[in-house]
């Protein structure tokens, strides 16, 4: 899938308050700094349109793309960044929490894991929480420049294991990197896929 067109439409805080247009959309959710508003500029093609930074904790809101004139990308809050406050982190957590049980629209969404750390126990207890509440998801492993081919491979399938405690089925997974571009094709024919089941049902 080409993406013709890419612009950002708003930003908030509550779910009620996201765009009324009754189209799909997809989240990307995960620890802050694993690349989150990075992956949307890489599919988009575009450098700055979602703000990222080196620095956690740099998206702080729900903002919406849209793509094609079609459907959505989401970029979220990361969950995990230590120096904000305990109140802070819970606001965080509630509208973050509040927008995946609430929104209708949202039809999947992607969990961002930085491949070069073993599993940690927030994206596992994050995973469990999704399942519990029937939102589908992907896993997308990103960085992955910054590791070997036989590191990813490695790494990849221990992440597996550990996810076998929790799932008899293991979810769809990417391999991606933002600065190389990778995994672009395979995330976006995916995401089109689903748009096409969607509208010739
Ligand atoms: P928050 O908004 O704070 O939750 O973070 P985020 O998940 O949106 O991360 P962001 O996209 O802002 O990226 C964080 C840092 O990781 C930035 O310095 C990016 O340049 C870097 N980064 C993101 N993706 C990649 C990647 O694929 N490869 C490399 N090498 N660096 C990346
Ligand atoms: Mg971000």
Known sequence: MNVAHA?????????????KSKIPEYAFIG??????SSLIN???NRKKLAKTSSRPGKTQ??????INKQWYLVDLPGYG???VSK????????????????RKELIAAFLLIDLRH???TLDLEFMRWLGENYIPFSIVFTKADKLKEKEIKKNTSEYFKTL???????PKHFITSSEKSLGRDELLNYINQINHSISSN
């Open 31 to 36: 620890r802050s700094n694993v690349g989150k």
């Open 81 to 83: 960044y230590a120096r």
């Open 164 to 170: 076998k405690d929790d799932w008899e089925e293991m």
């Open 118 to 120: 073993k599993p940690q």
């Open 42 to 44: 890489m599919l988009c």
């Open 7 to 19: 612009e950002f439409v708003l930003s908030n805080t509550k779910v009620e308050l996201c765009p």
């Open 61 to 66: 809101l729900i903002n919406h793309f849209l």
């Open 87 to 102: 109140t802070q982190k819970k606001t965080f957590q509630k509208f973050i929490t509040n927008y995946f049980i609430k």
